[in-house]
């Protein structure tokens, strides 16, 4: 088993602790294959190892998800914050100095102002070490597939309401035209591990 790290931005760290979102959609690693992804079809999966076909001619082996295969971890990062006071330290300095108070900022509590009175500066997802993520994920599933296949169980599971929404979404949040369609890991979790408030 391997854990990965996985950036979760605006309200999906929320919508996961509700147990509403259950599933990404990530193109890591197949920027090859989304060059021209019309020219591609999936063709089978065989212990992780994904398998492509090139205009319908021979198998292009040895696609594998970046994020891991079912049983594999993922811990969230998000935007974050601690005290005012660590301010001038990094992530590392930080986690050495034992427990600290924690924010995140998909929260209801940070926007309390006796809370902002001691958090410090909000920090970006990217520099959120494992001792400060307050989410773990079970990978359940793994799956390669075109954007537009998306089924409407699956864009509830993405946390819209309609698969129309969710594409809009996703073409926003990852800069694509309107008329993108690429190729994507649908990764499929359960949340196995959750601070519930801030410290």
């Known amino acids: 088993m391997k ?12 919508l996961i602790l509700q147990g509403i979102k259950t599933m990404t959609r990530r193109t890591a690693g197949l920027t090859y294959v989304n060059e021209d992804p019309d020219k591609w079809q999936f063709l089978r999966e065989d212990n992780g190892i994904y398998a492509f076909t090139l205009d319908g001619n021979r198998a292009q082996t040895g696609w594998t998800c970046p994020y891991g295969q079912v049983g594999d971890r993922l811990w969230v990062r998000e935007t974050w914050a601690t005290e005012r006071r660590l301010d001038h330290l990094s992530p590392s300095q930080i986690g050495e100095a034992g427990d600290v108070p924690i924010w995140w900022k998909a929260s209801s509590l ?3 102002a006796s809370v902002s009175l001691i958090r410090g500066k909000w920090r970006p997802s990217i520099f959120m070490p494992r001792w400060a993520s307050r989410i773990t994920l079970e990978i359940t599933e793994v799956r390669a597939e075109r954007l537009r296949s998306i089924s409407v169980a699956d864009a509830i599971a993405e946390g819209a309401y309609t698969v129309k929404e969710f594409i809009i979404m996703y073409l926003k949040l990852n800069r694509l035209p309107e008329d993108a369609d690429p190729w994507n890991w649908a ?3 359960a949340a196995i591990g959750i601070t519930l408030m801030e410290a």
Request: charged content about 15%.
């Open 110 to 112: 940070w926007e309390m």
């Open 187 to 189: 990764i499929s979790f």
């Open 3 to 14: 854990e990965t790290p996985i950036i979760m931005s605006g309200s999906h760290p929320k």
